[in-house]
C-alpha cells in the first residue's frame, strides 16, 4: 500500500483486526467505547447508550481515530436500504487490506458482485431445504452423542465445551463431507480458531492450518469426489471453480457457521436457564413452537453483532446523513433486531410466544447468510433435545457469574457450567 497515508495505514490496521471474525477485540485497548459500543453488551442487551443512539437517529457518526470517517446504523429500516445495495456499497477490503491479505482471505464476506454473484453460485444449491434434508437424521445423532457425552461427564459439565462448540464443528465437517482425519486434524485448530487468549495470534495461525487441512480436502476429491458439498460441487462444476475458490469458500464455511451457530446454542441455554418454566416448555413444544422460539433467541440474541462493514462507492444521502465515498458504513445487527419498529411490545423482552419477526440476525440482501437453514435445523434439534434429556438443568453459577464476552464481533460465552441433575 506504497503511497496510503497514515490514517489509511492505521485504519487498515483496525479493519484487518475486525475483518477477522475470530479475533479477540479486548486486546485492542486504544479504541474509545464509543467505537466499540456495538460490539459490546450489557448482560445479553445492547449498552444503553447504544439503546439510547438507536431512539435518537438512525445514522450516526463514529469517530475511529485516525481511521475512515465512519456511520454507524441502527435502524432496521435503513439497515436493509445498505444491506441490500449492491451499487452504493462495497464490503471488498483490498483498497485497505491490499490485494495479498484479500486474495489469503478468500470467501465470500469481502467480495463484490461479479465476482460474489459467482462463487456464490456454486454454494447456494447445496443450502437449499432439499439439499440440507440429507443433513437431518445426522445432526439429531450428533446432538444425541453430545448429551451422551455431557451425561458421561457430568453431574457438572461447560457446556459450551461438551455441547455448543462441538456439534456445529461436527455438522460442518458432515456437510463438507470431510474423512475422519481431517477431522481429527481440524478438530484442535477448529478451537484454536477461536481461542480468543493471545490477542488471536493463535486464531491466525490456525485459520492459515486449517486452510491446508481444507486445501488437502479439495486436492483428494478432485480424484475422488465425497457424497458432502465438496464432491457435489466437484461433480457439477470440476475445473469450472478454481482450487483456491473452493478452499475459500470452505474456509467461510467454518468462519461463518461455526463460532456463530455455537454461540447461539450456549447464549440460547443461558435463556433457557434464565426464564422460569421455559426449559420444560421447549421440552414440551410442538415444532411450531420450536420454531418460534428459535427464531425470538436469535432476534433477541443477534450474536453477529455487526454485519461486515461497507465502503461507500460514491457521496450520497443516506437517510438525510451525507455520506462520503470511502466512509464504512457499519450497520448494528443487534440494534436493529431490538428497534421499536420490528415488533409487537418491548423489543427488549425476549418473548417466544410473540410471532417470528423479520429479524436480521443473518443479516439481508445479496450477503445474507448462506448457512440460514442449516443454523436453524441445529438449534431446532438441540434446544428440544436437551430439554427433554435434562429436565433439571441448571446454571451451576451465578446467574451474574456467567462470563460473557465482553467485546468481540460474534458475541458469546466463554464456558457456561451447568448442573445436568
Ligand atoms: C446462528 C448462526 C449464524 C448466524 C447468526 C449467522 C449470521 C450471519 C450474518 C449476519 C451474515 C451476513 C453478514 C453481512 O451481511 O455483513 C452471514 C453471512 C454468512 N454466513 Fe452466516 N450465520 C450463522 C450460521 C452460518 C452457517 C451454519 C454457515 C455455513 C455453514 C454460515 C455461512 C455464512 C457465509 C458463507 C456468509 C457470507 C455470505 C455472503 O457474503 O454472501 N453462517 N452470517
Redesign the pocket.
Same mark, same amino acid.
Given at each position: 500500500m506504497p503511497g496510503a497515508g497514515l490514517k489509511d495505514r492505521i485504519g487498515a490496521v483496525v479493519l484487518r483486526w475486525g475483518s477477522r471474525r475470530e479475533v479477540d477485540l479486548s486486546k485492542v485497548r486504544f479504541l474509545p467505547s464509543r467505537i466499540t459500543m456495538p460490539l459490546r453488551r450489557d448482560g445479553l442487551d445492547p449498552l444503553p447508550a447504544l439503546r439510547r443512539l438507536a431512539d435518537e437517529t438512525p445514522v450516526s457518526r463514529l469517530r475511529i481515530p485516525f481511521g475512515p470517517t465512519a456511520w454507524l446504523v441502527t435502524s432496521h429500516e435503513v439497515a436493509r436500504t445498505v444491506?441490500a445495495d449492491k451499487d452504493t456499497y462495497s @464490503?471488498d477490503v483490498s483498497h485497505l487490506l491490499g490485494e495479498d491479505a484479500k486474495r489469503e482471505q478468500g470467501?465470500? +464476506?469481502f @467480495?463484490d458482485p461479479p465476482d460474489?454473484t459467482r462463487l456464490?453460485k456454486f $454454494?447456494t444449491p447445496e443450502f437449499t431445504m432439499r439439499r440440507l434434508a440429507r443433513l437431518g437424521p445426522r445432526i439429531d445423532q450428533i446432538v444425541s452423542d453430545r448429551l451422551d457425552a455431557m451425561a458421561e461427564a457430568g453431574p457438572t459439565v461447560d457446556l459450551v465445551q461438551e455441547f455448543a462448540i462441538p456439534i456445529?464443528f461436527e455438522v460442518?465437517c458432515e456437510?463438507i463431507g470431510l474423512d475422519d482425519l481431517q477431522r481429527k486434524r481440524l478438530e484442535g485448530l477448529g478451537q484454536a480458531r477461536f481461542d480468543i487468549s493471545a490477542g488471536g495470534t493463535g486464531a491466525f495461525g490456525a485459520v492459515s492450518q486449517s486452510r491446508e487441512v481444507l486445501a488437502d480436502a479439495v486436492a483428494q476429491q478432485r480424484i475422488d469426489p465425497g457424497e458432502g458439498l465438496l464432491g457435489q460441487i466437484i461433480r457439477e462444476h470440476g475445473d469450472a471453480i478454481s482450487d483456491h475458490d473452493l478452499t475459500g469458500l470452505l474456509d +467461510? $464455511?467454518f468462519t +461463518?457457521?461455526f463460532e @456463530? @451457530?455455537a454461540s447461539?446454542i450456549a447464549l440460547g441455554t443461558v435463556l433457557l436457564l434464565r426464564e422460569q418454566g421455559q426449559l420444560a416448555t421447549v421440552a414440551a413444544a410442538d415444532d411450531e413452537a420450536v420454531h418460534r422460539t428459535v427464531e425470538e433467541m436469535?432476534r433477541y440474541l443477534t450474536?453477529?453483532q455487526v454485519?461486515?462493514p461497507r465502503f461507500a462507492r460514491v457521496d450520497h444521502d443516506l437517510h438525510g446523513t451525507q455520506v462520503s465515498k470511502g466512509d464504512v458504513v457499519m450497520c448494528s445487527?443487534l440494534a436493529t433486531d431490538r428497534d421499536r419498529a420490528l415488533v409487537d411490545g418491548d423489543p427488549d423482552l425476549f418473548d417466544p410466544t410473540r410471532p417470528a419477526s423479520q429479524h436480521?440476525?443473518? +443479516?439481508?440482501?445479496?450477503?445474507?447468510?448462506?448457512?440460514?437453514e442449516?443454523?436453524r435445523m441445529e438449534?431446532r434439534a438441540a434446544f428440544p433435545a436437551l430439554a427433554r434429556r435434562f429436565p433439571e438443568l441448571a446454571l451451576a453459577v451465578d446467574a451474574k457469574d456467567v462470563e460473557y464476552r465482553k467485546l468481540s464481533l460474534v458475541f458469546g460465552v466463554e464456558s457456561l457450567p451447568v448442573r445436568l441433575g
Open positions: 444491506l @464490503t470467501g465470500l +464476506g @467480495t460474489h456464490r $454454494l456445529p460442518i456437510l +467461510g $464455511l +461463518g457457521g @456463530t @451457530t447461539m436469535l450474536v453477529v454485519a461486515f445487527l436480521d440476525a443473518f +443479516g439481508y440482501g445479496f450477503h445474507r447468510c448462506v448457512g440460514a442449516l443454523a438449534l
